[in-house]
């Protein structure tokens, strides 16, 4: 397909979006559109406007109920438009997956700076929550390697921001999940990608010596990968990987095949053998190493998953889709999971590692975690360092049953939100947020935020983030 025709398909869908908003005439269709947007005015935009994905397609586990009283507005927009290797760029719309995107890209020599781990993140989700790699030490959030965000707005009307055009957009829409406008497109850089990922293992024990090999590593800009799996407060394996074409034969590691050992369990044999290791990840495969077991979610719906007998026979029917366990998940098994489960990924600065990883044991108490450095430059928005540079920061991802006594979710997750917020770090928006109001906007700077809002007529159109996401709204 040319680039022209490219375009005009791509205008096409946004036309047809707008179309959707303002309740253009354009035959049937745009009259049922148009019916929907009168709806929406003649109720007198009592409702706000939503995406009408239902909630149970999204990667994140919280249960979204303002889809059942919002006014949902359907944007099915799923493919790649152009890949432009002249200027290395990508333009795709809003639910394109991580799994399409590597799936073409590496299949023509490209890739993304910073590619999220499972196959159905959504770039929508990505720009709109957040997104994190092995890479983002150098490339910074999924939103640092965006070039172009394309919206709709409140009053239907077509944007295209960039860092130079609409800047104040540009910077606000990341982790405002959708509370701007409806994203229809993106561009995002590509790099030239190489065949295999070049990838040590180096066991580390004793908590200082696993934060300051961490720190050294994630400093360290000739590592294209860096990766911490912490087994417990003092055992860990870090992980530092560079692209490359040339491999040696008897250290090929297809990790991705179904019938292969689970990646965390994988590299957990290097822990306990105490070796230090090297192979040779197909890039795809070591894109998509989390993905089979879903971090190490799937120990607990599986729990002989990593059996080799299991994998042989029904390995290539794994990981179940998230979507698939939300739609099947009751409410009382929904409460129950809430209760005694952790899905958290909180954003720290490095230089906070230690006290952090003695927070979390402390307050939760869930091995293994994930750990995934990135620079935060120093940008307008929701999300920044205190001060004028960027700044390393760390994702410590926790995923598990915790096994801290008495746990009790709520009183235990605020305390780690508090933590958070006293050493200027984030907490990832699509996991469940106990803060009330006043500590939301001291975690997060709402500034510029706050005034798009209300430039762009955003108050009668869609809901505060906070309100769209913390528990203490949605309940």
Not at 345 to 351: E, T
């Amino acid at each position: 397909m040319g680039a022209g025709e490219q375009n005009r398909q791509s205008a096409h869908c946004v036309q047809g979006i707008c179309g959707y908003l303002e309740g253009d005439e354009e035959g049937e269709e745009g009259e049922v559109r148009s019916t929907q947007v009168r709806e929406w005015k003649e109720q007198g935009s009592k409702t706000f406007m939503c995406t009408g994905r239902p909630g149970w397609l999204t990667v994140s586990l919280r249960v979204g109920k303002y889809k059942k009283t919002h006014k949902n507005i359907m944007i099915n927009l799923m493919d790649i438009l152009e890949v432009d290797t002249k200027k290395q760029i990508v333009r795709v719309e809003p639910l394109v997956t991580m799994g399409q995107v590597t799936a073409l890209l590496t299949s023509i020599g490209w890739t993304l700076p910073v590619l999220p781990e499972l196959d159905d993140l959504t770039v929508g989700g990505l720009i709109m929550g957040t997104g994190i790699e092995s890479s983002s030490h150098k490339y910074g959030l999924f939103q640092h390697i965006c070039t172009a965000y394309e919206l709709v707005l409140a009053d239907g009307s077509f944007v295209r921001c960039t860092p130079s055009e609409n800047s104040d957009l540009f910077y606000a829409v990341p982790w405002s999940c959708g509370t701007l406008g409806f994203l229809v497109a993106a561009e995002i850089r590509i790099i030239p990608a190489k065949k295999y990922v070049k990838l040590r293992f180096e066991p580390v024990r004793g908590l200082e010596a696993i934060c300051a090999k961490f720190t050294h590593e994630s400093q360290r800009q000739e590592n294209h990968f860096v990766e911490g799996l912490l087994y417990s407060l003092d055992e860990a394996v870090i992980m530092t990987g560079v692209m490359t074409d040339e491999a040696e034969p008897s250290k090929l590691s297809s990790i991705g095949n179904y019938y292969k050992p689970w990646f965390f369990k994988h590299v957990e044999n290097y822990l306990k053998t105490n070796r230090e290791g090297l192979e040779y990840i197909p890039l795809r495969h070591y894109y998509h190493r989390h993905t089979r077991s879903i971090f190490w979610e799937l120990q607990d719906i599986i729990p002989f998953g990593n059996n080799p007998i299991f994998r042989y026979l029904f390995g290539w029917m794994v990981p179940p889709k998230i979507s698939l366990l939300k739609l099947t998940q009751g409410e009382t098994l929904r409460k129950l999971y809430e209760q005694h489960h952790v899905v958290q990924d909180m954003l720290v600065p490095m230089k906070c590692l230690q006290q952090a990883l003695h927070t979390f044991q402390n307050d939760i108490h869930v091995y293994p975690i994930w750990l995934c450095p990135f620079i935060l430059p120093s940008q307008p928005g929701l999300v920044h360092p205190k001060g004028n540079e960027a700044e390393l920061y760390i994702d410590i991802g926790a995923y598990g049953e915790p096994r801290v006594k008495h746990f009790e979710a709520r009183s235990c997750m605020r305390q780690l939100e508090k933590f958070v917020r006293s050493v200027h770090g984030f907490q990832m928006l699509y996991a469940d947020c106990y803060m009330n109001r006043e500590e939301f906007w001291e975690m997060f700077d709402g500034s510029l935020y706050h005034k798009l809002r209300e430039k762009l007529g955003c108050q009668d159109a869609f809901p505060e983030v906070y309100d769209k996401i913390c528990k203490a709204a949605r309940h």
